[in-house]
């Protein structure tokens, strides 16, 4: 593994380089193989509508050094925008957005390359899709034309994109991830405190070999050597003891923890100059989470249980190692040794020795995966790196969007349609809120999706601005801006009679989810986003592009678990709510 | 449903968006304190500070210029380093070495037009009452929490019950990786960052005769090199965090210390992290934790919606290492908080420490984190860091044990610190047994 190879070769003595030195405090959270894909990808930003949540989500990817991006924007700078977007200023007035935008980002990292879109070559969002490079990750804002939508969701179903849908408008705000198909991820970050493995219930011989020699005169042991027994062997110790003493049974019920945990508490020395024992505390501390049985987490489980549905997908790397540790765990009734070893009180050489034999017994386990891996149809060509990061991981692989992106019901066959999942959650959402003051719990953000929704298409101007360059005369670009700002304050007076009244906002929403348009929250939220009409607050749009910057992230590095897969922002009440929608 | 007027700012067609929001009501505005047409000059005459131009603080200016706000301060006592360009966005590889308040100020001013951002590139304790009297308004983003205890401690000092303008809400916000948090304190109304202190917790620190003969981690060997030899061989006359050199030294000192004890991991990164307790930061959680901030000094400024604070939630929670999450929360204000309550807080002791385990315990207390901590009781003095005449008096207190000093289970004592001289922490003796080690 890696790990121990590292350990083994003397380490350079030089500082870290000047990337490594400006990336530093991101370095910290997905390491160079993070940044490595960060650095490869190449995204999409399809930007309308008032158009700071857009800029301010590529802010946040393009300062943590994306490869590159493009910005597709039919819009011209309007006053409007200097009121709302940082990365415009006065002299960008009536220019093309998607340009000033790009040129204005790209001063943030001179490590990152960016475009913009339309320009004299590339007139529609179609030619675009069509001509570049695949995109990693595509993001839109809301609203959004129609056709433009479906181009892109057409185009994410081909090339294995993943769309993010966004619309931020007054206080509220939402984002909905919509990937391509299932999405694994081994490298989740769990809770340093939650990956505590110890198999105490089922140690191997190397383990009990070595627990027995450092305990088998534990009362001659003096004060020093029995009180720097580490705790993993003071507990192997006495649940041999319990073993013997309740027919080869180990302690397993609540009851019988508590009782094990007072015969560790009472084994402790008080007649030393301390007065007790520090690693028996440990011991005794460690007894509730460590002395478990193996069982199998939820997460795994449902990449087990999974069926595919792609037969390509199914030969990746991931899945075939999964199936590996599905066999691994079928005859052994346990996962693969993740092998750390928790710090505790001990010797240093007792505890480098310990660890020793943790590392090992993982290590074989891992090799034993890499085996099954290889005798697999392709799995030759499975890199043994990432079956180590399986390996160490297992307990906490996660699967994202198992069930949705146009996969099938596995109870029925029959596909669930989006409209149908969205009534499903407003069963679910509006009956919780009828308990949600008995059991404490807030009410759902949903009515704020629902209003947000209604007006996902309202509010375009129909005029598509004309694509100009730099090259054009000072004056075309005067008389640009000033028939620009003419056309954007008819807009702005049109869009507060024309779909932004909070009647239409529930009309739409009795389309969509037909009875909740005359419920209170409903109404409110359709009030809400009445009252801004379009518009975007800056703070609700840099909070919202910082959430779909963490998101993005996620997915790009394959780190962490992202969001399944509507996240809702109230700005009233200060809090998100993520629906499976 | 009839359309409310919108109260339109200087420059109506720029702050469209801003004053539909902020001059009209919505569904959940306070009709009771709200009115439009004044909000858009208001806001215009208020002055609000800012707290740091770091990660959270570039975010803060930008997202205050663009809430309406315009006459902002700024204190950062910081320069520029490369480490900040991940994030930090004013801020270009031309200007590293320069103050950060100066340098963030002239770019958001530049950017924003009619915005004022004055800056101070100094210490927040450079600054006295009348100094803060000012501000209607103060925003937190600070990656110290002793500096948050110290501005907590002088607004709550500040308040003179018969001036309103004495009452500064404060805004604060703090991330880490992908967490952070957004809180509103009204002083002396609600909990406040002291009230809070024991949901930051000092990490455990590794004791010492760990480092000096029994280390086991990475961490353990960095620790040895810092405390332990660093001080033995002196190879700078003062340690610089910020000197690779240093760090370098401190690096190669801990890797031969891990080596002589088969430890693996010691790296330069972890070095300098462990070191310089590095926090984890990107530009997506501040973005996420200023904005939050920002929403509420926009909806308290002008009243346009709920803000929190008053009378329930105070605090958001928010994590985005699994999904996204929020949790937001009333923190109640504590009657033992040391800066806002009134009684004294319940300390268990042993009765057989010396009076130096009992000072030195304040360090790592939860609820104390105290590092020069003075002790008096009714009618005596314990121990005094200061002045030297007075700590040469007090020190051989320091040997003895609370029951030869005749301290009783139930006493009060007074404690004070350098770091937060407004404030006397009182507490409350309860003995305990002495447990293990």
Same mark, same amino acid.
């Given at each position: 593994?890696?790990?121990?190879?590292?350990?083994?070769?003397?380490?350079?003595?030089?500082?870290?380089?000047?990337?490594?030195?400006?990336?530093?405090?991101?370095?910290?959270?997905?390491?160079?193989?993070?940044?490595?894909?960060?650095?490869?990808?190449?995204?999409?930003?399809?930007?309308?509508?008032?158009?700071?949540?857009?800029?301010?989500?590529?802010?946040?990817?393009?300062?943590?050094?994306?490869?590159?991006?493009?910005?597709?924007?039919?819009?011209?700078?309007?006053?409007?925008?200097?009121?709302?977007?940082?990365?415009?200023?006065?002299?960008?007035?009536?220019?093309?957005?998607?340009?000033?935008?790009?040129?204005?980002?790209?001063?943030?990292?001179?490590?990152?390359?960016?475009?913009?879109?339309?320009?004299?070559?590339?007139?529609?969002?179609?030619?675009?899709?069509?001509?570049?490079?695949?995109?990693?990750?595509?993001?839109?804002?809301?609203?959004?034309?129609?056709?433009?939508?479906?181009?892109?969701?057409?185009?994410?179903?081909?090339?294995?994109?993943?769309?993010?849908?966004?619309?931020?408008?007054?206080?509220?705000?939402?984002?909905?991830?919509?990937?391509?198909?299932?999405?694994?991820?081994?490298?989740?970050?769990?809770?340093?405190?939650?990956?505590?493995?110890?198999?105490?219930?089922?140690?191997?011989?190397?383990?009990?070999?070595?627990?027995?020699?450092?305990?088998?005169?534990?009362?001659?042991?003096?004060?020093?050597?029995?009180?720097?027994?580490?705790?993993?062997?003071?507990?192997?110790?006495?649940?041999?003891?319990?073993?013997?003493?309740?027919?080869?049974?180990?302690?397993?019920?609540?009851?019988?923890?508590?009782?094990?945990?007072?015969?560790?508490?009472?084994?402790?020395?008080?007649?030393?100059?301390?007065?007790?024992?520090?690693?028996?505390?440990?011991?005794?501390?460690?007894?509730?989470?460590?002395?478990?049985?193996?069982?199998?987490?939820?997460?795994?489980?449902?990449?087990?249980?999974?069926?595919?549905?792609?037969?390509?997908?199914?030969?990746?790397?991931?899945?075939?190692?999964?199936?590996?540790?599905?066999?691994?765990?079928?005859?052994?009734?346990?996962?693969?040794?993740?092998?750390?070893?928790?710090?505790?009180?001990?010797?240093?050489?007792?505890?480098?020795?310990?660890?020793?034999?943790?590392?090992?017994?993982?290590?074989?386990?891992?090799?034993?995966?890499?085996?099954?891996?290889?005798?697999?149809?392709?799995?030759?060509?499975?890199?043994?790196?990432?079956?180590?990061?399986?390996?160490?991981?297992?307990?906490?692989?996660?699967?994202?969007?198992?069930?949705?992106?146009?996969?099938?019901?596995?109870?029925?066959?029959?596909?669930?349609?989006?409209?149908?999942?969205?009534?499903?959650?407003?069963?679910?959402?509006?009956?919780?809120?009828?308990?949600?003051?008995?059991?404490?719990?807030?009410?759902?953000?949903?009515?704020?999706?629902?209003?947000?929704?209604?007006?996902?298409?309202?509010?375009?101007?129909?005029?598509?601005?004309?694509?100009?360059?730099?090259?054009?005369?000072?004056?075309?670009?005067?008389?640009?801006?000033?028939?620009?700002?003419?056309?954007?304050?008819?807009?702005?007076?049109?869009?507060?009679?024309?779909?932004?009244?909070?009647?239409?906002?529930?009309?739409?929403?009795?389309?969509?989810?037909?009875?909740?348009?005359?419920?209170?929250?409903?109404?409110?939220?359709?009030?809400?986003?009445?009252?801004?009409?379009?518009?975007?607050?800056?703070?609700?749009?840099?909070?919202?592009?910082?959430?779909?910057?963490?998101?993005?992230?996620?997915?790009?590095?394959?780190?962490?678990?992202?969001?399944?897969?509507?996240?809702?922002?109230?700005?009233?009440?200060?809090?998100?709510?993520?629906?499976?929608? | 449903?009839?359309?409310?007027?919108?109260?339109?700012?200087?420059?109506?067609?720029?702050?469209?968006?801003?004053?539909?929001?902020?001059?009209?009501?919505?569904?959940?505005?306070?009709?009771?304190?709200?009115?439009?047409?004044?909000?858009?000059?208001?806001?215009?005459?208020?002055?609000?500070?800012?707290?740091?131009?770091?990660?959270?603080?570039?975010?803060?200016?930008?997202?205050?210029?663009?809430?309406?706000?315009?006459?902002?301060?700024?204190?950062?006592?910081?320069?520029?380093?490369?480490?900040?360009?991940?994030?930090?966005?004013?801020? +270009? %590889?031309?200007?590293?070495?320069?103050?950060? @308040?100066? !340098?963030? #100020?002239?770019?958001? *001013? /530049?950017?924003?037009?009619?915005?004022?951002?004055?800056?101070?590139?100094?210490?927040?304790?450079?600054?006295?009452?009348?100094?803060?009297?000012?501000?209607?308004?103060?925003?937190?983003?600070?990656?110290?929490?002793?500096?948050?205890?110290?501005?907590?401690?002088?607004?709550?000092?500040?308040?003179?019950?018969?001036?309103?303008?004495?009452?500064?809400?404060?805004?604060?916000?703090?991330?880490?990786?992908?967490?952070?948090?957004?809180?509103?304190?009204?002083?002396?109304?609600?909990?406040?960052?002291?009230?809070?202190?024991?949901?930051?917790?000092?990490?455990?620190?590794?004791?010492?005769?760990?480092?000096?003969?029994?280390? +086991? %981690?990475?961490?353990?060997?960095?620790?040895? @090199?810092? !405390?332990? #030899?660093?001080?033995? *061989? /002196?190879?700078?006359?003062?340690?610089?965090?910020?000197?690779?050199?240093?760090?370098?030294?401190?690096?190669?000192?801990?890797?031969?210390?891990?080596?002589?004890?088969?430890?693996?991991?010691?790296?330069?990164?972890?070095?300098?992290?462990?070191?310089?307790?590095?926090?984890?930061?990107?530009?997506?959680?501040?973005?996420?934790?200023?904005?939050?901030?920002?929403?509420?000094?926009?909806?308290?400024?002008?009243?346009?919606?709920?803000?929190?604070?008053?009378?329930?939630?105070?605090?958001?929670?928010?994590?985005?290492?699994?999904?996204?999450?929020?949790?937001?929360?009333?923190?109640?204000?504590?009657?033992?908080?040391?800066?806002?309550?009134?009684?004294?807080?319940?300390?268990?002791?042993?009765?057989?420490?010396?009076?130096? *385990?009992?000072?030195?315990?304040?360090?790592?207390?939860?609820?104390?984190?105290?590092?020069?901590?003075?002790?008096?009781?009714?009618?005596?003095?314990?121990?005094?860091?200061?002045?030297?005449?007075?700590?040469?008096?007090?020190?051989?207190?320091?040997?003895?044990?609370?029951?030869?000093?005749?301290?009783?289970?139930?006493?009060?004592?007074?404690?004070?610190?350098?770091?937060?001289?407004?404030?006397?922490?009182?507490?409350?003796?309860?003995?305990?047994?002495?447990?293990?080690?």
């Amino acid at each position: 593994m890696t790990e121990i190879i590292m350990s083994q070769t003397p380490p350079i003595l030089h500082g870290p380089s000047e990337k490594e030195r400006k990336y530093d405090r991101q370095l910290r959270l997905w390491a160079a193989n993070g940044q490595a894909a960060l650095e490869s990808a190449n995204i999409l930003l399809v930007n309308s509508g008032a158009g700071t949540v857009g800029a301010e989500t590529l802010k946040n990817l393009v300062l943590p050094g994306i490869g590159r991006f493009a910005i597709y924007d039919e819009a011209r700078v309007s006053e409007a925008d200097l009121g709302v977007n940082f990365f415009l200023d006065d002299s960008c007035l009536g220019a093309s957005r998607s340009q000033s935008l790009t040129e204005l980002i790209l001063e943030l990292n001179p490590d990152v390359q960016g475009s913009w879109y339309p320009n004299e070559d590339t007139k529609t969002l179609d030619s675009l899709l069509t001509d570049s490079p695949v995109f990693t990750v595509i993001m839109y804002t809301h609203p959004i034309r129609p056709e433009q939508l479906s181009r892109l969701e057409a185009y994410g179903q081909q090339h294995k994109t993943p769309l993010v849908a966004i619309h931020s408008a007054g206080f509220y705000s939402y984002f909905q991830i919509n990937l391509p198909g299932a999405f694994p991820i081994v490298d989740t970050h769990p809770d340093e405190t939650a990956t505590t493995d110890l198999r105490l219930l089922n140690p191997w011989p190397e383990l009990v070999a070595f627990a027995e020699e450092l305990t088998k005169d534990i009362d001659g042991l003096d004060n020093f050597e029995h009180g720097h027994l580490p705790y993993v062997v003071i507990l192997l110790h006495y649940l041999e003891q319990w073993k013997a003493a309740h027919d080869g049974k180990y302690p397993t019920a609540f009851k019988e923890k508590a009782e094990f945990r007072k015969i560790v508490q009472a084994a402790a020395r008080t007649n030393n100059p301390e007065g007790g024992e520090e690693n028996f505390e440990e011991a005794a501390a460690a007894v509730v989470k460590t002395v478990v049985l193996p069982s199998l987490p939820s997460g795994l489980k449902e990449v087990f249980e999974y069926e595919h549905t792609d037969p390509a997908e199914q030969r990746s790397g991931f899945w075939l190692i999964a199936d590996a540790v599905k066999k691994f765990y079928e005859e052994h009734k346990c996962l693969p040794l993740p092998g750390k070893l928790p710090d505790m009180k001990a010797q240093s050489k007792v505890y480098i020795q310990l660890q020793g034999i943790y590392k090992a017994k993982a290590r074989k386990d891992a090799a034993k995966i890499l085996q099954i891996v290889q005798a697999s149809p392709g799995g030759e060509h499975v890199n043994p790196a990432e079956v180590d990061l399986f390996c160490k991981n297992a307990a906490f692989v996660k699967l994202i969007n198992a069930t949705g992106g146009g996969a099938s019901d596995s109870s029925s066959g029959a596909k669930i349609s989006r409209a149908d999942r969205l009534k499903a959650a407003a069963d679910r959402e509006f009956a919780n809120d009828e308990t949600a003051a008995l059991s404490l719990s807030p009410l759902s953000l949903l009515p704020i999706y629902l209003a947000l929704q209604a007006t996902a298409h309202v509010g375009l101007s129909t005029a598509t601005a004309p694509t100009t360059t730099n090259s054009e005369s000072e004056a075309a670009e005067t008389a640009a801006a000033a028939e620009a700002e003419k056309q954007q304050q008819q807009q702005q007076q049109q869009e507060t009679t024309r779909g932004f009244t909070a009647e239409s906002i529930l009309a739409a929403v009795a389309q969509a989810v037909p009875g909740v348009e005359k419920r209170e929250r409903v109404v409110q939220a359709a009030r809400e986003v009445a009252r801004a009409a379009g518009g975007e607050l800056h703070n609700v749009a840099a909070l919202t592009g910082g959430m779909v910057a963490q998101e993005t992230i996620k997915i790009v590095t394959k780190q962490y678990i992202p969001a399944d897969n509507t996240c809702v922002y109230d700005g009233v009440g200060g809090r998100v709510q993520v629906l499976r929608l | 449903m009839a359309t409310a007027q919108v109260y339109p700012a200087s420059e109506p067609a720029r702050w469209i968006y801003l004053d539909r929001i902020r001059t009209r009501p919505g569904p959940f505005t306070n009709p009771d304190i709200f009115s439009g047409e004044p909000v858009a000059a208001a806001m215009e005459a208020m002055k609000i500070l800012v707290i740091g131009a770091g990660g959270l603080g570039c975010e803060l200016l930008k997202n205050l210029a663009l809430s309406g706000f315009k006459d902002i301060h700024v204190i950062d006592m910081d320069t520029i380093d490369i480490s900040n360009l991940n994030r930090q966005f004013l801020f +270009r %590889q031309a200007d590293v070495g320069k103050s950060k @308040a100066e !340098v963030a #100020a002239r770019f958001v *001013e /530049k950017r924003v037009k009619g915005v004022k951002i004055t800056p101070h590139n100094c210490r927040i304790q450079d600054f006295d009452e009348d100094f803060y009297m000012q501000f209607q308004l103060v925003v937190c983003g600070l990656d110290s929490i002793e500096a948050r205890r110290w501005i907590n401690a002088t607004l709550i000092n500040m308040v003179d019950e018969e001036v309103e303008d004495s009452y500064k809400p404060l805004i604060d916000g703090g991330t880490e990786g992908f967490k952070g948090q957004a809180r509103v304190i009204f002083p002396t109304v609600t909990s406040c960052i002291e009230c809070q202190l024991d949901m930051h917790a000092p990490r455990a620190a590794v004791p010492l005769c760990t480092l000096a003969s029994i280390p +086991r %981690q990475p961490e353990h060997c960095v620790e040895w @090199a810092h !405390v332990i #030899a660093w001080d033995q *061989e /002196k190879p700078f006359p003062e340690l610089d965090k910020d000197d690779p050199d240093h760090i370098t030294w401190l690096y190669q000192k801990a890797l031969l210390r891990a080596q002589e004890f088969n430890i693996p991991g010691v790296t330069y990164s972890l070095t300098q992290g462990v070191v310089k307790n590095i926090i984890p930061a990107i530009a997506a959680t501040n973005s996420v934790i200023a904005a939050a901030c920002c929403n509420e000094a926009l909806k308290i400024a002008s009243n346009c919606a709920p803000f929190l604070g008053l009378p329930e939630e105070n605090y958001m929670m928010y994590s985005g290492n699994d999904s996204v999450y929020t949790y937001t929360f009333k923190h109640e204000k504590k009657d033992d908080c040391p800066v806002c309550g009134q009684l004294a807080r319940d300390l268990a002791v042993d009765p057989a420490w010396t009076l130096r *385990e009992l000072v030195d315990s304040f360090a790592a207390l939860p609820e104390a984190q105290l590092k020069k901590p003075s002790l008096r009781a009714e009618g005596k003095t314990l121990y005094m860091q200061s002045p030297p005449s007075l700590e040469a008096q007090t020190r051989p207190n320091l040997d003895k044990t609370l029951v030869e000093l005749g301290l009783e289970a139930g006493q009060e004592i007074g404690v004070t610190d350098p770091a937060f001289a407004t404030v006397l922490f009182k507490f409350k003796l309860k003995f305990k047994q002495r447990g293990g080690a």
